[in-house]
């Protein structure tokens, strides 16, 4: 697997609060927000369901994994799903930094994937109280 995630009752919109203030609890911000549902109709107007990609990411853990690895930056920021299941349901999903980070052969690069893993998986717990 290379993701993990949970499903909520919410909008699309009402979602994404929702997960940028449990990721803002961790240390992350959001530093881009891809809405893939608005591009498909601009661009080729294709009707989709919500769809949004949120760029999270910790400045701190970043600072390290760069100057651990200075390319790691082709794997950043740890992406978050939002995508509206109909029915009022959202699945949000999570990229598993430990999976994705993998590539990486560094010890100290596996331990920072790791406790980003930790911090992510407390955002989807805090989702779900």
Same mark, same amino acid.
């Given at each position: 697997?290379?993701? *993990?995630?949970? $499903?909520? /009752?919410?909008?699309?919109?009402?979602?994404?609060?929702?997960?940028? #203030?449990?990721?803002?609890?961790?240390? *992350?911000?959001? +530093? $881009?927000?891809?809405?893939?549902?608005?591009?498909?109709?601009? /661009?080729?107007?294709?009707?989709?369901?919500?769809? @949004?990609? +949120?760029?999270? &990411?910790?400045?701190? !853990?970043? =600072?390290?994994?760069?100057?651990?690895?200075?390319?790691?930056?082709? !794997? +950043?920021? &740890?992406?978050?799903?939002? @995508?509206?299941?109909?029915?009022?349901?959202? *699945?949000?999903? *999570?990229?598993?930094?430990?999976?994705?980070?993998? +590539?990486?052969? =560094?010890?100290?690069? /596996?331990?920072? %994937? /790791?406790?980003?893993?930790?911090? !992510? #998986? @407390?955002? @989807?717990? %805090?989702?779900? %109280?």
């Amino acid at each position: 697997m290379y993701g *993990f995630g949970t $499903t909520i /009752k919410a909008t699309v919109d009402e979602a994404v609060e929702k997960v940028t #203030n449990a990721l803002k609890e961790e240390g *992350f911000g959001i +530093l $881009t927000e891809i809405n893939v549902q608005a591009v498909m109709k601009a /661009k080729i107007d294709v009707d989709m369901a919500g769809y @949004r990609i +949120l760029g999270a &990411c910790n400045p701190h !853990l970043a =600072r390290q994994a760069i100057e651990a690895e200075p390319d790691i930056g082709l !794997l +950043l920021p &740890c992406n978050v799903l939002v @995508r509206d299941e109909g029915n009022g349901d959202v *699945f949000i999903g *999570f990229m598993d930094p430990e999976a994705v980070l993998t +590539l990486v052969d =560094r010890p100290e690069v /596996k331990d920072l %994937a /790791k406790m980003v893993k930790e911090k !992510l #998986n @407390r955002v @989807r717990d %805090a989702l779900n %109280a």
